[in-house]
Structures are given as C-alpha cells and as structure tokens.
C-alpha cells in the first residue's frame, strides 16, 4: 500500500557551487503544487531554476523549468515511485554556481536532493477513504451523529426532508462494521443509498 508523507522534510546539497535545496510534502493535486512552486519562485527571485515532481495518481507531473531534458524532473519523480509514494510533491530550488554539471551531474544532484530530503520525511500509511450516506428518520439522528463521532469520521453534510440524510466519510477499511453498528442500533430503520441515489 502506497505511503503519503506526514510532514514536510527538507535537505540542502552544494556541488561544484551550485546550491540544491530540496523539500518533499504531501500535496494533494496539481493545482496545488503549481500553487507551491510559484510561492517557491517568490521566496527564491534569484534561483536559476526550480524543479519539481508531483505524484498524484493521475495529476502526477515532471517539470524540468529549463534543465536540458529529462535531468531534473523525471529522475525527481523516478525518486518518489521508486519509494512507493503518493500524494507527494517534490522541489528543488537551484542557485547556479557558474560550473556546468553535464547531464549525468545534473540527474544525480537532483536525485540526491530529493532522496536525502526522503530520508528525514515522515511517512505514514494512505488510508482509502470511503464515502457513505445515511438516511434515518428523527429519532435516530442524534445516535448517528454519535456512531459518527465515536468512529472519528467526518461529517460532511446534512440535509433534512421527510428523513435526515447525513453523508460521512471514513477509511474504507473500517466502513462495513459501521454500517453494521448503525444497523443493528437502528432496528431496520437505517437507509444506505448507493453513490447513484
């Protein structure tokens, strides 16, 4: 099962005088991380270069912000998959030093960068998260909201009709026994339509 990082982790490394610095954080999306970077460029105006890689399931992205081709950002991604990471951006801000490092110099340096900067992060397991809606009438809404709090799930909306329809999300894995806990607390009085209803 994939890890996610729990905090950011940073590291810096100088070859030949040029100035790598380094930081892997959990990120959620592209739009995120474009976000992240652009903020990078505002705290680091005279950086030659800021690489980066996102692993995001399908928003992942290798971008090599002007390093010759497949030097900065791919090796940076190849890092984190190689470490069975997700959700995980990686940055690395590049002050030029004025000596060229050649191809082979420029992927170890950011490879290097990334994967000292892996050695401090925190890890923690991804949870799959399941998404359920309840539908119960008055009476049993308070003893839902309670099973919702005792099973540290979160609440994310409540609509009242002719029932009160309470949607939640939980880890997946532990989604059945709280069906099963709400069922046998609600007597048959518990609905759970699927994603469609």
């Known amino acids: 099962m994939p890890q996610t990082l729990a905090a950011p982790a940073h590291s810096e490394i100088i070859i030949k005088k040029s100035r790598f ?14 976000a992240h970077v652009d903020a990078l460029w ?8 800021i690489c980066w890689a996102l692993l995001a399931g399908g928003q992942s992205a290798a971008v090599d912000d002007g390093e010759p081709g497949g030097t900065a ?36 340096a950011y490879t290097d960068c990334v994967a000292q900067a892996l050695l401090t992060a925190p890890k923690v397991q991804r949870q799959r998260m399941a998404t359920l809606q309840c539908l119960v009438p008055y009476a049993l809404e308070g003893l839902v909201r309670r099973e919702i709090e005792a099973a540290g799930a979160e609440l994310l909306d409540v609509q009242h009709g002719s029932l009160v329809t309470l949607q939640l999300r939980l880890p997946e894995a532990q989604a059945s026994a709280f069906m099963q806990r709400v069922n046998d607390h609600g007597h048959g009085r518990v609905g759970w339509p699927g994603p469609a209803d």
């Open 73 to 108: 950002g791919r090796p940076m991604l190849d890092v984190l998959r190689h470490q069975d990471l997700e959700g995980v951006l990686a940055t690395v801000v590049r002050y030029f030093g004025g000596v060229k490092l050649g191809v082979g110099g420029l992927v170890r």
């Open 21 to 34: 610095i380094g930081c892997v954080q959990p990120m959620a999306d592209r739009a995120s991380a474009q």
């Open 42 to 49: 505002k705290q680091h105006p005279g950086a030659a270069h």
